[in-house]
Structure formats: C-alpha cells, structure tokens
C-alpha cells in the first residue's frame, strides 16, 4: 500500500457538510461527483497528500443510510491508494481477509476500488483503490 489516499465520511446533508469541512479546512471541495452504482453523491477535498471525501446517500439502499441509521454521521472508511489493486486483494484474501467484492469496481474520483469488511479489520472498513490510468483498465470492470 502507498499511502493513505482518503478518509470517507458519512454525511446527512453534503450541501451544508461541504461548508462546514471548507471552514474546517480552509479550502473548498474541488469536486462533487455521483456514484448512482453505489447511491452516494461524494464530494473531495484535498488535505495536502491526502483526501476528505464526504458521501451522502441518494436513496434508502444505499450503504451509506444504513450506515448513518446504525451509528450516526461519522468516520465510514479509509481508503489505502494501490499500485496494482489485483494483486492487493489476493494478497489479503490469501491473509484471510474478507473482500466485498471479489473484482474491483469503478468508485468515485476515476478509481478502482474493492472494500474489506469491517469484521476482518478490527471494526475498520477498508478501501483499496488504485487510480485508472487507461480506458482499457476501466472496461469491462
Ligand atoms: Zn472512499
């Protein structure tokens, strides 16, 4: 893993988190963007190397709603940035860990994402993503 690429942050309401994280941070979010996959609207705001992204759920099935009704707004995930997310998620299903998705998906922000369950990360959801440098990666994922 290269580094921590971003922590996730479940919101109620992106319009007004986005002002509260901008006066947090000193800086406004530098994009908003739909994963309808998934039912999130995310937006990000860069933290030197590093990333905030705030989801909020855009319909009652999504993970983050059930997420907000268990435990309230909060940390949900931190995201590791991979070189090769493949590789990565072999490595840890052969370590034990249990992967949400068994192929990585399109995520938010042009990434490739595969997520650990909570349950085999002390309680911590974790994020793999690695960036899509081609079109061919993205197709047929
Ligand atoms: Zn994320």
Do not use: W
Request: with cysteine; hydrophobic share 40%.
């Amino acid at each position: 893993m290269k580094k921590i690429e971003h922590i996730g942050i479940a919101v109620k309401d992106l319009e007004k988190s986005n002002e509260l994280f901008a006066a947090l941070l000193g800086e406004e979010h530098y994009k908003i963007e739909e994963v309808v996959s998934e039912f999130v609207k995310t937006s990000f705001f860069k933290v030197g190397e590093n990333k905030i992204e705030l989801l909020e759920a855009t319909s009652e099935q999504s993970a983050i709603a059930k997420f907000i009704e268990k435990k309230g707004e909060g940390i949900h995930h931190i995201a590791f940035d991979v070189e090769d997310i493949e590789a990565e998620m072999l490595r840890l299903k052969n370590l034990g860990f249990r992967l949400l998705n068994e192929t990585p998906k399109k995520g938010a922000d042009n990434k490739l994402v595969c997520f650990i369950h909570p349950k085999s990360a002390n309680g911590v959801l974790v994020e793999l993503c690695q960036e899509i440098k081609t079109l061919q990666e993205c197709e047929g994922k």
